[in-house]
């Protein structure tokens, strides 16, 4: 989402006169240097420069700056710098060429075994297999030992050497572009499969071959230099930059500069095509996001990857200051004034919690003023479609949000101020107090280690007596039955498996808080069933408190005492689970409720509701749920509705109040029209 | 032994035979008639008959393949025109120098590479980051041989800290020194050439080692170890170093072909006595038969290190599929 926005937005703020490629810094960079060395290379026949091959005896090792030679001559007087330029030139010529021989006849063998069918195929690629199977210097070495040195043959033998590569690479492009549905289209036409190829296919093979060229031709010139290098190519009078360094070596204590030079032309040389290889790399991948001045910077390192380490200070750096109106300077260790009045603190309350998210125009808030509390032992579910804000809420108490995202508000478990915490202190509260279980249980496994690895780890992460032994944990979560699990790995397991082993993590410490984020939703019915019979068992059992992430209000009907539902970031209705299910108040809820199939009530007419919840950043000035509801006023319209009490109709329901501490944000809430 | 080491094991069969059908049909490029070459032009075409039976040369190449590969099984490589002894044992005995300097160039790379890629992913677009991808740039764009110059240039010939050249001080060889100070000796012989190598290796283990930890810092298996209460030395440590281990072991395979193929321009300027340095020196004799053994068995070697990472990789990452 974010990366197309913002690429979209920096194209339209970036002025349309600059082409894409010089916002590139590193392939203007490149550009630059390979400037310095191709244009001279380029120029050389026009240039003034003396006779490379004129030797001068009596002229020989002139230091730098003399008369006539800019930068000195060498061992047979000659002057340097011109043969710095001819060199130059031989060795970009050799390379270029070497590099398109060697995609030339890469592409043809490419083709031949995408195209051919499976036996050719086959053939060609095991010969590519062995070809690989050599140091690539190595079978040019010995082929320029076969047929003898000389620059020609040293060009030949990399260019040799290096089409496997090239027909690898090929193969599985054409391969690609073989099932897209033009090349189908093609043949139905009636075209033969040579004017496909023509026409079709290697168009669309055009940038990524030209990509392979840019990105190799480095190497080739590195490898022809070496064979120089080595005697094996340029023989003298004609020379490159490697028989230049090679020639040199003798003289390398005494004059350094004649051997020195050379490489130095060949690394700014090969620097330059490198850079330019991965500015175009960059431009031709579509993901790439040009770098604005100023604005920009922010954006890529919001966009970036999180770094474990780097994370966190980034995140509390950027939280603290605006937490800090909120949240009581001082945060409060476990067993302070938190635990002296737990009785009438909940275990979790939250303040005004905003996450917002990083976009091209600026921080959108994604989780937009939310409070909750939840007492010891309570489940409550926090329902919404996708995109409303709840995974983010969930993370967010555990202060895991992803790199970019930013969180404000007030988090107090037990009277502990969460946002003050330092990273160690969270460190030592998550797992152990605060638990979470992923939606997707192969996310909360490392999948390169082994179930028991993971288990121990974590029992040892807050000490491992004081954590459940693994076999106790085992069993809680019903899988003491499985053989060998310790010894298997993630991916050895079944997918109701991997979420009770998930869940064992989380459980190790005995956790007060255990937020489950649609813990079940990616499991199979059966398996749900079985792993929200055990959510609610260990809930109810060990007096933990539950807050359960979910779209489904089925699911949540029978797991938990209260329903949050979420709405474009913020919470529309709190209520009793048995209320909220029977006698939606907000007409979001209603409609979430319409669009849930009932068990039992196999011929209820499903609603769906149409359109989705408002991007964020997006979100309407009045109600923000009010271009999609059915029962729109103009009134709501009018600014935004609080989270108000909501009375209902005061009736009782097994013995307590039927609405109590029920809450709605809407102005024309559904009355009871029975 | 699991299946997948069975599986590579026997796949390795196919490969070498390969690999020595490669060099056998490089070795038939040499233009012209050996017999001719050997006879010279005015010798007789019942001489040049006689000779072209005795070499073999009227056979069908299938038929002298399999008869190069026979003397192969049997440790004959022939014999070298230019040292007048078995080909075998001219390269057997060159073969160790150029396995220490090649596994001692491997090793040091890959740390370098690793620890200069995972420092540049968790310093994703700050300073060290830049610093680490720009020296990554130079690591991957410089010559070895040129690095290699320039390294013995400035700690040989102008600090003098380390010798210049050869793999032990002569008068140590033999002289009776004690097997510590000869170790001793010996590093301080390979940590310039070992160097060379490695600081090109190394640009290419970090380039890649820097993308794979930034993948794998991102991803959320990563991620919510710390929802577990893992520290955040040991999910880097121990978490995100084996997945980027994981995803680089293929690419230490590939530099394991650079640096045993690099080592014949390192081993001659460093004069290390090993089989690259005898590789040029039999190029440059024409000596054929050495050539051939000689590449031979560090090609081998190479897919034996390839074999290596790829169990390495199967060991660290098990859904890593059989071939």
């Keep these: 989402m974010s990366r197309d926005a913002s690429r979209v937005a920096a194209e339209g703020i970036a002025t349309p006169a600059l082409p894409v490629w010089l916002r590139h810094p590193g392939a203007v960079a490149g550009l630059g240097l390979l400037a310095l060395v191709l244009l001279p290379a380029l120029a050389a026949p026009v240039l003034p420069l003396a ?62 075994g995408a195209w051919l069918g499976r036996w050719a195929d086959a053939l060609l690629m095991r010969g590519v297999d062995v070809l690989m199977a050599f140091p690539y210097l190595l079978l040019a070495l010995a082929i320029v030992a076969a047929l003898g040195p000389g620059l020609g043959n040293a060009m030949l033998a990399i260019a040799v050497a290096n089409v496997p590569f090239f027909a690898r690479a090929v193969r599985g492009a054409a391969l690609e572009i073989r099932h897209q549905d033009y090349i189908a289209a093609a043949r139905l036409a009636g075209h033969g499969e040579l004017a496909i190829l023509a026409r079709e296919v290697l168009p669309n093979l055009a940038p990524t071959l030209l990509l392979l060229m840019t990105t190799t031709l480095g190497w080739m010139v590195l490898e022809t230099a070496g064979l120089s290098f080595l005697g094996l190519g340029a023989q003298p009078p004609a020379a490159d930059l ?32 490198n850079l330019v290889g991965d500015g175009l790399r960059d431009l031709l991948d579509p993901r790439w996001v040009p770098r604005r001045p100023g604005a920009g910077l922010v954006a ?71 409070d909750l509390d939840l007492r010891r032992g309570e489940r409550v579910a926090l329902v919404g479609e996708s995109g409303c804000g709840k995974t ?86 019903g899988l003491s039955g499985v053989a060998d699990l310790p010894r298997r790995f993630p991916h050895e397991l079944s997918g109701g498996q ?18 489950a984020d649609e813990a079940t939703t990616a499991l199979d019915v059966t398996v749900q069933r079985e792993i929200l019979a055990l959510l609610r068992r260990l809930c109810a059992e060990q007096g933990r408190a539950l807050l359960f992430v979910s779209h489904d209000l089925a699911v949540v009907s029978t797991l938990c005492d209260r329903v949050l539902v979420m709405y474009a970031g913020r919470i529309v209705e709190d209520a009793p689970a048995a209320a909220l299910l029977r006698r939606p108040a907000h007409p979001y809820t209603a409609a979430l409720l319409g669009a849930t199939p009932a068990l039992g009530r196999p011929h209820k007419a499903l609603s769906v509701l149409p359109g989705a919840p408002p991007m964020p950043g997006t979100q309407p000035s009045g109600c923000r749920f009010a271009p999609r509801c059915p029962r729109v006023q103009p009134v709501c319209h009018a600014g935004e509705p609080d989270l108000v009490p909501y009375a209902g109709r005061g009736e009782a329901y097994q013995g307590q109040d039927w609405d109590e501490g029920r809450r709605v944000r809407c102005r024309l809430p559904l009355e009871d029209e029975a | 032994m699991s299946r997948y080491v069975v599986q590579r094991l026997l796949l390795l069969v196919p490969v070498l035979l390969g690999v020595s059908l490669v060099v056998f049909a490089v070795m038939a490029l040499v233009p012209g008639d050996p017999a001719l070459a050997i006879l010279g032009p005015y010798a007789t075409p019942e001489r040049l008959a006689e000779l072209r039976a005795a070499l073999g040369l009227d056979q069908p190449w299938w038929r002298r393949w399999l008869g190069w590969l026979g003397g192969i099984l049997q440790g004959d490589l022939g014999r070298s025109v230019s040292l007048e002894r078995p080909v075998a044992e001219a390269v057997l005995e060159r073969l160790g120098p150029t396995l220490l300097l090649a596994a001692t160039a491997l090793l040091l790379g890959t740390v370098l590479g690793l620890a200069a890629g995972l420092l540049a992913a968790l310093r994703h677009n700050r300073a060290t980051d830049r610093l680490v991808t720009l020296a990554v740039l130079l690591g991957i764009s410089v010559p070895p041989f040129w690095l290699g110059l320039l390294l013995m240039l400035l ?58 930890a930034l993948e794998v810092l991102a991803a959320d298996h990563v991620r919510l170890c710390r929802a577990r209460g893992l520290s955040a030395r040991r999910i880097l440590l121990v978490h995100a170093l084996k997945g980027v281990l994981a995803r680089v072991m293929p690419v230490i395979g590939l530099q394991a072909g650079f640096v045993l193929g690099g080592a014949v321009y390192i081993e001659t300027i460093f004069q290390w006595p090993g089989l690259g340095r005898l590789l040029v020196d039999a190029i440059a004799a024409r000596d054929l038969l050495l050539v051939q053994g000689g590449v031979l068995v560090l090609a081998s070697a190479y897919v034996l290190v390839n074999l290596a990472t790829d169990m390495a990789q199967h060991a660290l990452d098990r859904r890593t599929a059989a071939a």
């Design chain 1, 300 to 370: 890529t390192r919001a966009a970036g990857p999180v770094a474990t380490r780097a994370a966190a200070p980034v995140a509390t750096r950027a939280a603290t200051p605006a937490a800090a109106p909120v949240a009581t300077p001082v945060a409060h260790g476990r067993g302070g004034t938190g635990a002296a009045c737990a009785d009438d603190l909940p275990l979790l309350r939250v303040r005004g919690l905003e996450v917002r998210l990083p976009a091209p125009s600026g921080p959108v808030a994604a989780v937009d003023g939310v």
């Design chain 1, 498 to 515: 991997r979420q009770r082993v998930a869940l064992a993590l989380a459980l190790a410490h005995g956790p007060d808080l255990l937020i």
């Design chain 1, 242 to 273: 490697g028989s230049m360094l090679g020639a040199g070596r003798e003289f390398l204590t005494t004059y350094p500069r004649v051997a020195v030079l050379p490489g130095l032309v060949i690394v700014v040389l090969v620097v330059g095509i």
């Design chain 2, 155 to 212: 700690f040989a010939v102008w600090l003098g800290w380390l010798p210049a050249s050869g793999m032990v001080t002569p008068w140590l060889w033999g002289g009776g020194a004690g097997a510590m100070a000869l170790t001793v000796d010996v590093a301080r012989h390979l940590l310039l050439p070992s160097l060379s190598l490695a600081l090109v290796a190394a640009g290419v283990i970090g380039r890649i080692g820097r993308g794979a």
């Design chain 1, 392 to 477: 983010l809420t969930a993370l967010s108490l555990l202060r895991l949000l992803p790199a970019g995202a930013v969180q404000r508000g007030s988090v107090r478990l037990d009277g502990t101020e969460l946002m003050a915490l330092a990273a160690r202190d969270l460190q030592a509260l998550r797992g152990r107090r605060l638990a979470y279980v992923p939606q997707e249980p192969l996310t909360a496994l490392d999948p390169l280690f082994r179930v028991g690895f993971q288990i121990d780890e974590t029992r040892r992460a807050h000490g491992a007596d004081t954590a459940l032994a693994t076999p106790a944990l085992l069993r809680l979560v």
């Design chain 1, 51 to 112: 006779d490379p091959a004129q030797t001068a005896p009596a002229q020989r090792m002139l230091p730098a700056l003399s008369a006539g030679h800019l930068l000195g001559t060498d061992q047979l007087g000659r002057d340097l710098l011109s043969r710095l330029v001819w060199g130059a030139r031989a060795s970009i010529g050799v390379g270029v060429l070497a590099t398109v021989i060697a995609a030339l006849v890469g592409t043809v063998i490419g083709l031949a």
